[in-house]
Structure formats: structure tokens, C-alpha cells
């Protein structure tokens, strides 16, 4: 039910987990869901069930961070470095890595699966090999604690968050850094950025919920979007979300105002199109299907939910 306001009140599905959900994804099918909760817990959903297909224990304590890798795999961390990677179909533990990365901020996966990148609160940035978990490169450059990481889909750079008041865009291979993009909002860094579809271009979303889009090549920025809530602003880090639809026509940001907002904005127009209120308690999270027709939240509530988003056609 969309009010005048804009606002998607009810969601299209409600998957209830035991513990807080600290993050949820689609399968690369956009047909299960796959939910992370505060027990350690993965949980596998169809969209027409209110149990889970399938349930498996990852970890023993909410201190950890899950993340959907090649194939159907799921790599989970510690914030010691402590990763395994799971078979997300079958709840089998795959492979056990020791990485040597401590008080880890930010994880992310490389698309072939073949790279993990770590961020630390130390401001370690570090790229690793999957298979085997031996360094591969170290990029240096930033001057504070690190809030997030991510590849670019084509798997050739990666984009990081800092206190230090800048995104930065590196050379995945060679850690070589490309671009420093820094915002003038009087606030202490970017919480969070992605790169879009094509890798051309980079959203970040600053503590002071404004989120721009950068060129990827030059730096040069192209867009930016404000809430209308003036006052609104964003915590750092795990609980801020920012994704563009594999589509390349929306993003969705969550976190702002008191950590209850989720919005759709357009890309071309920077226009929020669509806030979605369903939740009782902050959101940890927000992302696209990979068809790009739905959203799927997760939050401190102990649900997931999903969003049809077809309707914007």
C-alpha cells in the first residue's frame, strides 16, 4: 500500500528469525532468500514459506560478517579474520582460511570468487587469494578507521570508506589507488559506497545522508541527492546500506533518520522515489534482487522482508 507520501507500507513477504537479521541477500535465481542473524545462524527462504527451507550455524556470536560469493557460496568472517566459505544450497563447509587481518570492519568478495578484500578498523586494506588466503596486494593511502569495501562487478578496482573523510578507488590487482574522492559536508567520511552494474560509476553515502555519484574514471562527480530531512544523519559502518539495482536505474540506502529509513531513489534524476516502512526497529540493511524487482530488508526486529518494486514500471 503506497500512501501520499510516498511511502511502501507493506511489504511483500516477512521472514522472522530467531535473533536480530543482520543481512539478508537474494540467490543469484532472485528465487530464495538467504538470511544472516545475530546467533550465527544462515537461514535459506522460499518467498511462499514462513519456515526455512534450510538452517545452519556459522557462527557462535553475533560478531561476524556474511557475504555471497561465486556459485552459490557463502564466505563468512570473523572480526579476527577467522573465514569460511559455505555451500549456501547445502549448509556444508566448504573451506577454512586464516587470514592475517585483525578488528575487520569490512569484507568483500571478488565476483569470479577468486579475491577477498578486508578493510580494518585499523586502516589495514588488504586484498587476499580465496583459495589459499596468502596477501596478494596491501593498498595504503588511508589515515583513519576503514567503514567498508567493495569490487567493482568487473572485478578490476575496488572502492573503500574512511573516517579520514574520503572514498578512495583502487587497482584491485596491483593496489595501485586511482581516485581520492572527498565530500565537503563537514562530517567525518563516508559510510558506505558501491560501484554501479557497469563499474563505471561509484555511489557513496556521507554521515551527513547525502549520497553522490562519482565517475569512476576521473573522479569528477555527477550527481548528488539530499533527504528531505534536513537533520538527517547516518552511524559508520555494518549497518548502512547503499546498493544500486543490477539494472543500474536505482539505488537504495538505508541507515538515515534514527536508522528506520530505507529509500529508492532514482539515479538518473537523484529523485527518492520511494521510502519503504515496515519495520519496528532499526535496519541493518537493504539490497536488490538480481532481477532488480525486488528489495530486501533486514532489521533489529528480527524479520527480513521483501519489497515488489514492479510497480515503478
Do not use: C
Amino acid at each position: 500500500l503506497l500512501n501520499r507520501m510516498g511511502a511502501l507500507q507493506f511489504s511483500t513477504a516477512t521472514f522472522r528469525t530467531d535473533e536480530p537479521a543482520l543481512n539478508a541477500w537474494f540467490s543469484p535465481a532472485s528465487d530464495h532468500i538467504i538470511t544472516a542473524d545475530a546467533r550465527g545462524d544462515i537461514s535459506i527462504w522460499s518467498p511462499t514459506e514462513r519456515d526455512p527451507l534450510l538452517q545452519f550455524e556459522v557462527a557462535d556470536s553475533s560478531s561476524y560478517l556474511a557475504r555471497p560469493s561465486a556459485a552459490g557460496a557463502l564466505v563468512v568472517m570473523s572480526e579476527f579474520g577467522d573465514t569460511g566459505v559455505w555451500d549456501a544450497a547445502t549448509g556444508e563447509q566448504l573451506a577454512e582460511l586464516e587470514l592475517g587481518v585483525l578488528g575487520v570492519a569490512d569484507f568483500a568478495v571478488s565476483a569470479d570468487g577468486h579475491k577477498i578484500a578486508t578493510a580494518s578498523l585499523f586502516g589495514d586494506v588488504q586484498v587476499w587469494d580465496a583459495a589459499t588466503g596468502d596477501e596478494l596486494v596491501a593498498l595504503v593511502g588511508h589515515e583513519d578507521i576503514m567503514h567498508s569495501i567493495a569490487f567493482s562487478p568487473d572485478d578490476q578496482a575496488l572502492v573503500t570508506t574512511s573516517s579520514d573523510g574520503t572514498a578512495r578507488v583502487w587497482d584491485a590487482s596491483t593496489g595501485e589507488q586511482r581516485l581520492v574522492l572527498t565530500h565537503t559536508d563537514g562530517h567525518s567520511g563516508d559510510s558506505r559506497a558501491a560501484f554501479s552494474p557497469d563499474s563505471r560509476f561509484v555511489a557513496t553515502l556521507s554521515t551527513a545522508a547525502v549520497v553522490r555519484i562519482w565517475d569512476a574514471m576521473t573522479g569528477k562527480q555527477v550527481n548528488q541527492f539530499t533527504f528531505p530531512d534536513e537533520n538527517a544523519r547516518l552511524n559508520f559502518g555494518e549497518f548502512v546500506g547503499l546498493a544500486f539495482s543490477a539494472d543500474g536505474r536505482y539505488l537504495v540506502t538505508s541507515g538515515a533518520e534514527n536508522g528506520l529509513d530505507v529509500s529508492v531513489w532514482e539515479v538518473a534524476s537523484g529523485t527518492r522515489v520511494l521510502t519503504l516502512e515496515n519495520h519496528r526497529a532499526e535496519i541493518n540493511s537493504a539490497g536488490f534482487s538480481p532481477d532488480a524487482l525486488h528489495v530486501v530488508t533486514t532489521s533489529q526486529d528480527g524479520t527480513a522482508q521483501t519489497w515488489d518494486l514492479r510497480f515503478l514500471d
